[in-house]
């Protein structure tokens, strides 16, 4: 089998690789699943948050995670699935250990994110997890499961099966 860095296409040190959902609520999660959504500073159409406190604003825009991440949750008997973590865009054929804050990522021809924070995960997302224990995709005990939380630097459309390319953060 192949390791999740094997898949990911590498061009110049960036990483290529889709959008396997788009993912909008009224509030809370489950997320559900959307072919296209428009994104702005204050992210995307359509995408609320219970929480203002703790979700959501500038610095917290678009919430992305791993499709492979969440399979590999899914092998451990974790019943989450896409947008049961609550994340807004998720992403496959990534090496998910080079996302880290200050990456940018690039989704089709016009939306660029940055990379602001890893995502805290709080007990919302608890039913997607074995005996409600969320706290397995918390990056501090648990580097490189967690999603992450993104500011928008060029506003745009997202599409299901559109491209990201993602520039590492510099180290």
């Known amino acids: 089998m192949l390791s999740e860095a094997s898949r990911s296409i590498s061009l110049d040190n960036h990483l290529i690789g889709s959008v396997a959902a788009i993912n909008v609520s009224g509030g809370g999660v489950p997320k559900r699943r959307v072919s296209g959504a428009r994104v ?8 609320a948050q219970d929480d203002k406190k703790h979700h959501g604003g500038p610095e917290r825009a678009v919430c992305l995670y791993s499709l492979e991440r969440i399979r590999s949750l899914q092998t451990e008997g974790h019943p989450i699935d896409i947008g049961t973590a609550g994340e ?4 496959e054929g990534i090496d998910w250990d080079r996302i880290a804050p200050g990456a940018t990522i690039k989704i089709g021809d016009e939306v660029l994110l940055e990379v602001a924070s890893f995502t805290n995960p709080c007990k919302t997302i608890r039913a997607s997890f074995i005996e409600g224990e969320f706290i397995r995709i918390g990056q501090r005990l648990h580097p490189g499961w967690s999603r992450v939380y993104a500011r928008v630097i060029r506003e745009g459309q997202v599409r299901f099966g559109d491209p ?8």
């Not at 807004?88 to 992403?91: D, G, Y």
């Not at 990201?164 to 180290?171: F, G, L, M, W």
């Open 40 to 47: 702005s500073r204050s992210g995307l159409e359509n995408d």
């Open 164 to 171: 990201v390319e993602v520039s590492p953060a510099s180290e």
């Open 88 to 91: 807004n865009v998720t992403i």
